[in-house]
T-cell receptor
């Protein structure tokens, strides 16, 4: 079974629009970590955020914000006032256990295109 | 922050040849390294986990005799694609997990794009 589901395969928005990328995860562990990565065309993964299962506080970093809800096993990512440079593939990932050094389970990714 | 490098960043080879990809942790010691494969427009799939000084653990469906992994030191793991074929063309990404002090973190390399003609 897929541990991380990103239902949105592709999203297109016009510049300056807000966009939310969905991520639903599945785990039986009580301790786990969730991540978001950005993968531009170069292929290199760019780390965006790490969240542990005990911290449900939402986080904002500039135009980026994350909504972690354990009740629905979701960890959604919102980009406010999108820009062309935000165009990339975004991956949500899960790492189970006490530390982030364990295997990552990646979602299938959401390809975001921001149209100028 | 911690840096993981991969070499080469891209490689083109003929079918039947072997290709070696290096993954290095530049400023920390990595007890565990992971190798992922990503086909175009797909997700990253774990191929194997390597621990320094021991044999790698391969995921189901990954041929250990075809994808040879060596983790001989705390800063270097290598993936050798033996007798490469066009279907092995992919983006290979490694990640490294640190030792004490960095054991709770994992860092990804920039990836190696392999094209087999």
């Amino acid at each position: 079974a897929q541990k991380v589901t990103q239902a949105q395969t592709e999203i297109s928005v016009v510049e300056k629009e807000d966009v939310t990328l969905d991520c639903v995860y599945e785990t039986r562990d009580t301790t786990y970590y969730l991540f978001w990565y950005k993968q531009p065309p170069s292929g290199e993964l760019v780390f965006l955020i790490r969240r542990n299962s005990f911290d449900e506080q939402n986080e904002i970093s500039g135009r980026y914000s994350w909504n972690f809800q354990k009740s629905t096993s979701s960890f959604n990512f919102t980009i406010t006032a999108s820009q062309v440079v935000d165009s990339a593939v975004y991956f949500c990932a899960l790492s189970e256990g006490l530390n982030t050094g364990n295997q990552f389970y990646f979602g299938t990714g959401t390809s975001l295109t921001v149209i100028p | 922050g911690a840096v993981v490098s991969q070499h080469p960043s891209w490689v083109i080879c003929k079918s039947g040849t072997s290709v070696k990809i290096e993954c290095r942790s530049l400023d920390f010691q990595a007890t565990t390294m992971f190798w992922y494969r990503q086909f175009p427009k797909q997700s990253l799939m774990l191929m194997a986990t390597s621990n320094e000084g021991s044999k790698a653990t391969y995921e189901q469906g990954v041929e250990k005799d075809k994808f040879l992994i060596n983790h001989a030191s705390l800063t270097l793991s290598t993936l050798t694609v033996t007798s490469a074929h066009p279907e092995d063309s992919s983006f290979y990404i490694c990640s490294a997990r640190g030792t004490s002090g960095r054991s709770n973190e994992q860092f990804f390399g920039p990836g190696t794009r392999l094209t087999v003609l």
